[in-house]
T-cell receptor, first 113, second 115 residues
Framework: GENVEQHPSTLSVQEGDSAVIKCTYS??????FPWYKQELGKRPQLIID?????GEKKDQRIAVTLNKTAKHFSLHITETQPEDSAVYFC????????????FGQGTRLTINP | KAGVTQTPRYLIKTRGQQVTLSCSPI?????VSWYQQTPGQGLQFLFE???????NKGNFPGRFSGRQFSNSRSEMNVSTLELGDSALYLC??????????????FGPGTRLTVL
């Protein structure tokens, strides 16, 4: 069935270092891959997304790469800052034109000063 | 533009009761999706409504239902509550276009506790 796996479940990095979170999806029909950041007690907020017709997208310190052949995509955060500490979720849209997102289990990212 | 709003923010119910949660999407957004968030299962899709019609449904029992009104506001209902229904219920609205997923904007959620 539809499934998105996310690794690692927890990640601790030193401030200024880079962080990488990886996800794999099961259905090759997936065409939209957003990443959400959720701070404690707050709603998930989109930080970056990528569509299946591109392989990489960057927005300042955040980048996402997509490998359709291997069915995996990754989030890269460079020059991490304390405010990057949060839970990050990857997701995949498995139906064309629909708004059903299947989420990974989340990664708790901690930035150590 | 006002964001997605959900009411109530907190609810405490007992087993066997039913509950109705409400979601008002961003103005102009016609799609509303509902998700359940728990520590154990993470974020799970419940259903999506678009133009007052349920377009997709996740793997939840029939006790979970929803509807959408002509102004795009949506409600979800859970009947015969069980302890395991305790969760944060999030709704998300989006513009929705053909062929591609669109950014979903989440509301603050309704924290449901079943005793």
């Amino acid at each position: 069935g539809e499934n998105v796996e996310q690794h690692p479940s927890t990640l601790s990095v030193q401030e200024g270092d880079s962080a990488v979170i990886k996800c794999t999806y099961s259905d090759s029909a997936s065409n939209y891959f957003p990443w959400y950041k959720q701070e404690l007690g707050k709603r998930p907020q989109l930080i970056i997304d990528i569509r299946s017709n591109v392989g990489e997208k960057k927005d300042q310190r955040i980048a996402v790469t997509l490998n359709k052949t291997a069915k995996h995509f990754s989030l890269h955060i460079t020059e991490t800052q304390p405010e990057d500490s949060a839970v990050y979720f990857c997701a995949a849209s498995l139906i064309q034109g629909a708004q059903k997102l299947v989420f990974g289990q989340g990664t708790r990212l901690t930035i150590n000063p | 533009k006002a964001g997605v709003t959900q009411t109530p923010r907190y609810l405490i119910k007992t087993r066997g009761q039913q509950v109705t949660l409400s979601c008002s999407p961003i103005s102009g957004h016609r799609s509303v999706s509902w998700y359940q968030q728990t520590p154990g299962q993470g974020l799970q899709f419940l259903f999506e409504y678009f133009s007052e019609t349920q377009r997709n449904k996740g793997n939840f029992p029939g006790r979970f239902s929803g509807r959408q009104f002509s102004n795009s506001r949506s409600e979800m209902n859970v009947s015969t509550l069980e302890l395991g229904d305790s969760a944060l219920y999030l709704c998300a609205s989006s513009f929705r276009s053909q062929g591609w997923g669109n950014e979903q904007f989440f509301g603050p959620g309704t924290r449901l506790t079943v005793l």
